[in-house]
C-alpha cells in the first residue's frame, strides 16, 4: 500500500512552515526589545528569595512578565497569597478579551492547538495577530514561541546574573517593560482615531504624574478609554448622517 504524498499535502506543509518561519521574524523584534524585561524577571525571582530552579520554573510556567514581577514585589512586601492571586488576576485579565477576540478564527481548530495558542497568548501576540489575515494557527505558534523561547533563555541569564552581580537591579532594567509596549502600541494604531486616543491618554498620565495624582496610571487609562468610546460613537453618528 503505498503511502506517498499526495501534492495538496506536500503544499500545506510548505504552506506551515512558511507561515510559522514568518510568525517567529515578526515577534523578533519585539522578543528582542523584551530581553532586559526577562533578565529583570529572573533576578528579581532570586532576591525574593527562591532558589535557582524555582525562579526559572516560575517563567516557564507563569509566562506573564507583568503578573511575575508583581507577583515578586507582593511576595518581598510580605503580601497574603489571597492578595497576590486577586492582583495577578485583574492584571491578566485583558487575556479573557484577547481570547474572545480571538475565539472565531481557531474555534475549528483540536483543542491540543487551542490550548497551545492560550498559554503562549500574551499582549506581543496579541499585537502580532490583531491582523485577522494573521490568525493561522501556525503563524501565531511561530510567534508565539519565539517569544516563550525568549523569555525562558534570558530569565536564566537573569537568575545567573542575579548569582553573580550584586545589585542587578540599580541598573534599571524595569525600563524595558515600558520601553516593549511602546512599539506594541504603535502596531494598534491604525487609524486617526486610535492616534487621538493614544496621544489624550499619553497627555494625561504626563500631566497627573507631573501634579503627583495618585492612580495617575488607572485614571489615564479609564480616561482614555472614555474618549475612544466617545470618539467612536461620534464617528458612528457622522457615518449614519
Excluded at 68 to 85: C, D, P, R, Y
Excluded at 115 to 128: Q, V
Aim: charged fraction near 10%; aromatic fraction near 12%; glycine fraction near 6%.
Amino acid at each position: 500500500m503505498s503511502h506517498e504524498r499526495t501534492p495538496i499535502s506536500i503544499e500545506e506543509e510548505k504552506q506551515s512552515k512558511y507561515l510559522f518561519y514568518k510568525g517567529v521574524l515578526d515577534m523578533l523584534p519585539l522578543s528582542i526589545s523584551a530581553i532586559p524585561w526577562a533578565i529583570l524577571a529572573g533576578s528579581m525571582a532570586i532576591h525574593a528569595g527562591l532558589s535557582n530552579s524555582q525562579a526559572l520554573g516560575m517563567s516557564i510556567v507563569m509566562f506573564a512578565g507583568a503578573a511575575q514581577l508583581v507577583s515578586l514585589g507582593l511576595v518581598m512586601a510580605g503580601s497574603s497569597t489571597i492578595s497576590i492571586f486577586l492582583t495577578v488576576f485583574f492584571i491578566t485579565a485583558q487575556h479573557f478579551i484577547y481570547a474572545l477576540t480571538l475565539r472565531n478564527d481557531i474555534k475549528h481548530l483540536p483543542i491540543k492547538h487551542r490550548l497551545s495558542l492560550g498559554f503562549l497568548l500574551t499582549d506581543e501576540l496579541f499585537a502580532i495577530g490583531s491582523d485577522s489575515t494573521k490568525r493561522n494557527f501556525y503563524y501565531l505558534l511561530g510567534a508565539g514561541l519565539c517569544f516563550y523561547i525568549f523569555w525562558i533563555a534570558f530569565s536564566a541569564v537573569g537568575v545567573f546574573l542575579a548569582s553573580t552581580i550584586p545589585n542587578l537591579q540599580s541598573y534599571h532594567l524595569d525600563f524595558s517593560i515600558i520601553a516593549i509596549f511602546i512599539p506594541l502600541i504603535l502596531t494598534l494604531i491604525k487609524d486617526k482615531l486610535t492616534f487621538c486616543s493614544v496621544l489624550l491618554t499619553a497627555i494625561s498620565m504626563f500631566l497627573l504624574t507631573f501634579f503627583h495624582i495618585q492612580g495617575a496610571l488607572i485614571i489615564a487609562g479609564l480616561f482614555g478609554m472614555v474618549i475612544s468610546t466617545l470618539l467612536e460613537n461620534l464617528n458612528t453618528q457622522r457615518s449614519f448622517k
